[in-house]
Nanobody, 119 residues
Framework: QVQLVESGGGLVQAGGSLRLSCAAS????????MGWFRQAPGKERELVAK???????IYSDSVEGRFTISRDNVKNTVTLEMDNLKPEDTALYYC?????????????WGQGTQVTVSS
């Protein structure tokens, strides 16, 4: 049974930084694209950033230039460095592992970690 465990959320003032980490427990038998999503109250879950197996990364327009995603394929971890945080970044952040081959048939979600940015 694979579980994703996130850490690093918290309360920070606008302009501050946070670092989110996500680690997989259990055995992963495939390669996965890794990403971070977020969901603010009353809004749909949205993609924040994703790093593919080949380490290329994509970002949402709202975080481009402020957030950096990285992965460690040996440790099966994904990290999101968040700089120059804004109040609109406040949300529950989820990490995601998704097989590019099997899609939602082989996909895992973390339980979420809260990020709150005060103005």
């Amino acid at each position: 049974q694979v579980q994703l465990v996130e850490s690093g959320g918290g309360l920070v003032q606008a302009g501050g930084s946070l670092r989110l980490s996500c680690a997989a427990s259990g055995s992963l038998f495939n390669d996965y694209d890794m990403g971070w999503f977020r969901q603010a109250p009353g809004k749909e879950r949205e993609l924040v950033a994703k790093v593919f197996i080949d380490r290329t990364a994509i970002y949402s327009d709202s975080v481009e230039g402020r957030f950096t995603i990285s992965r460690d394929n040996v440790k099966n971890t994904v990290t999101l460095e968040m700089d120059n945080l804004k109040p609109e970044d406040t949300a529950l952040y989820y990490c995601n592992f998704r097989s590019p081959t099997w899609g939602d048939l082989d996909e895992y979600w973390g339980q979420g970690t809260q990020v709150t940015v005060s103005s």
